[in-house]
């Protein structure tokens, strides 16, 4: 095979192409990738969930140490800026890189350097606008170049209060107060944060209710618990004007509301990042968001081009980006990527209350009249929660009433989702195996969060008769 010339060429290193790229080579074949970022690991590792969550999470131990009586009595308290508490996340960046740029290196996959453009279907050229270009063929392509904040154009976004997703992880200074316009998952992520630093927050929800993809008593407690520490939030609106001044930002509402906080973020709606891919010299045409209609096996109305990640839009998660990945490329490969349950994907959200889910919802078995029953464990009444303090929370397990078979798990609380997977597990099993009886019979170590699946289960058996 010619030098510039493979079986797979993956554009983008984040979770989607190092899914497909890492399947790929192991299936044998000859696989390149091309990046336009300096680094390796895409928007998850540099801008999205791995910055978030490590400033999510040295956010909680200020908290922690704030909320301590045993340090409070001891005199200790912890005062720490936005930026600092920002720089944690550094190091956790540094190590994901270096892990990722290994597995490329150790399966000889080269990276490309550049951004990629495509020149015919089985070409693309890579390298800069007016620099040096590189000509690079593939039989089958993966395009997994992700997605940016949507930026209307009436908003001026080079205001030095007014921040995107991506921007606000540069801002230089705790401020006392914060809107967050736009309620979807980042929006609710964001406003936890800054409410846990203690930032007067407004959150302004553009649908009548918090994430309504999930169970509605999941929304309702996320409602309420940032209701309860003190966040203001706002359902049913739209911006009219964002005005951004010397000392904060105005957000005029089209209900005539006017709401004045020292900053601003924006977080409605991401764009897939399909501009400059020359999509259309191959007949491929993203929708009005930027994004690519994809069929079963991953692949865009041509064939051998594939397309996975926040490219193709929901769930937009890292998680599902990297199974997408690998299942586009077992495709190419020729193997069976059914068993990958791409389309079985659990949500995890990281507000406060954290939250969980996986399956259906009680809406969804209501709208399709099945016989189900419902199963709560309330996290307050766990002896580990009462040790932790992190009482809040509850997980639902929804089952059929007659086979038993768990339907849904919902979760919030501390360490939702990691606890969510132990009922994915039991969920994802073939009849019989995938009834509530598995967490009635099965022994679970004491004390533990894990606990709340056979108190949930014993609480939603006991009302079948
Ligand atoms: C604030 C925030 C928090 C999040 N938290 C979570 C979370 O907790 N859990 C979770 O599962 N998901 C989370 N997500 C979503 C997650 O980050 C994305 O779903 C994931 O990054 C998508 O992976 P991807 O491979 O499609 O794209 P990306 O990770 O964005 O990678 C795309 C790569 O393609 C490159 N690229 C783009 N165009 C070109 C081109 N033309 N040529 C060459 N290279 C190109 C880009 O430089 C980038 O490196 C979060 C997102 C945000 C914004």
Redesign the pocket.
Known sequence: MAKNQYDVVV?????????AAMQAVKHGLKVAV????A???????????I???ALRFAIFQMLEINSSRVFREAGISADVSFPDLRKTAESVIRQQEDMRRGFYERNNVPIYS????FVDPHTLE?GEAKGAQERVTADNLVI??????YRPPDIDFSHPRIFD??TILNLGFTPWSITVYGAG??GC??ASMFRNLGCKLNLVNTRNQLLEFLDDEICDALSYHLREKGALIRHGEQYEKIEGTDDGVILSLKSNKQLKTDILLWANG?TG?TD??GLETIGIQPDSRGQLKVDDRYATSVPHIYA????IGY????????VQ?RAAALHIAGDDCARLLANDIPT???TSPEISSVGKTERELTAAGVPYEVGHAQFKSLARAQITGQTVGMLKILFHRESRAVLGVHCFGANASEIIHIGQAILAQPPPNNTLMYFINTTFNYPTMAEAYRVAALNGYNRLF
């Open positions: 554009i983008g290193t984040g979770p989607g192409g190092e899914g091309v990046e336009r970022f680094k390796i690991g895409g928007g998850c590792t540099h801008w999205g969930t910055p978030s969550k550049g951004h990629a453009r890579v997994a170049v992700g997605s940016r904040p997703s991506d998952v980042v992520e964001y991401r990042n400059n891919l996975v990640g926040d490219v769930p937009s998660l890292a998680s599902a980006a990297y990945g995890g959200i990281y």
